[in-house]
C-alpha cells in the first residue's frame, strides 16, 4: 500500500461529502495501491449510512462517540497500512493533483525530515503552544523524561535519530509558538495511559511502512 488517507468526521455533513469526491479524484493521479479511511467520531448512523452507499471503497471505522481528532488519528494509524500517510478534517478539499504533487516533493527529498521527525516536531510544537506555563512546571520532568526514553528506544531498536531530530527543530521554534499560543485557552489532556499506552502508539509508528 503506498498511500493511505485518514479523514476524521464528526457530523458527516456536506462538507465531508466535497472532502471524500475530492480526495478520489485526486487518488486517481497516484500511482500504486492507495486507500481511504474514515474515522467516524459518533456521526448520525442514517449520514453513515447514506456515505458508504456514495463512496462504497471508503473503509469506515466507527468509535461509537466522539474521541478527538487526535485519538481518533490514533486508531487510523493502527488500522491502515499505507507507506505515506494523508491526515485530513472532514472541510477539507483536494486539488487534483495536489496529492501526486505532495508525494512526489516527499520522495524528492527522502532525507530532508523522515516520518518521525515531522513527528516530533509537531509533538514539541502542540506542547509549546497549547500547555499553560503552570502545566509545563508542573509536568515538564515527566514529559522529558518520556521524550528521552522513546529517543533511546527508538535509537536502540530502530537505528534512527529521527525522533531527536525533529524534536530539536520543535524546540528551535519555542518562542514563535509560545507568542502564537499566549491567547489560548487551556486544552484539556487525555488520562495518562502510561508504559503500556506509549508501547501502543510507537507499534502504530514501528510498523515497516513507518520506518524513515
Not at 469506515?60 to 486508531?75: D, K, R, S, T, Y
Not at 536502540?156 to 524534536?167: F, H, V, W
Request: charge should be positive; charged fraction near 25%.
Amino acid at each position: 500500500m503506498r498511500l493511505s488517507v485518514i479523514v476524521v468526521t464528526l457530523r458527516a455533513g456536506e462538507s465531508l461529502l466535497a472532502c471524500l469526491a475530492s480526495i478520489e479524484r485526486a487518488l486517481q493521479r497516484v500511482d500504486g495501491a492507495t486507500e481511504i479511511v474514515l474515522i467516524d467520531n459518533g456521526a448520525p448512523a442514517e449520514a453513515i449510512a447514506a456515505l458508504r452507499a456514495r463512496f462504497p471503497a471508503v473503509r469506515v471505522l466507527g468509535l461509537g462517540h466522539n474521541q478527538g481528532f487526535a485519538e481518533a488519528i490514533n486508531h487510523g494509524l493502527q488500522a491502515t497500512s499505507g507507506e505515506w500517510l494523508l491526515l485530513l478534517n472532514d472541510d477539507t478539499t483536494t486539488e487534483p493533483d495536489a496529492v501526486a504533487e505532495l508525494l512526489h516533493a516527499a520522495q524528492d527529498r527522502p532525507t530532508a525530515c523522515p516520518r518521525r521527525c515531522h513527528v516530533g516536531r509537531n509533538r514539541v510544537r502542540l506542547l509549546t503552544k497549547h500547555l499553560p506555563t503552570a502545566h509545563l512546571l508542573r509536568y515538564g520532568a515527566a514529559i522529558t523524561a518520556y521524550d528521552v526514553a522513546y529517543i533511546v528506544v527508538a535509537g536502540l531498536s530502530d537505528r534512527t535519530l529521527a525522533p531527536l531530530s525533529g524534536r530539536l527543530r520543535g524546540l528551535r521554534e519555542w518562542r514563535r509558538y509560545r507568542r502564537l499560543g499566549r491567547d489560548r485557552r487551556p486544552v484539556a489532556l487525555a488520562a495518562v495511559q502510561g508504559p503500556r499506552g506509549a508501547l501502543a502508539r510507537r507499534r502504530a509508528f514501528s510498523d515497516r511502512s513507518y520506518r524513515p
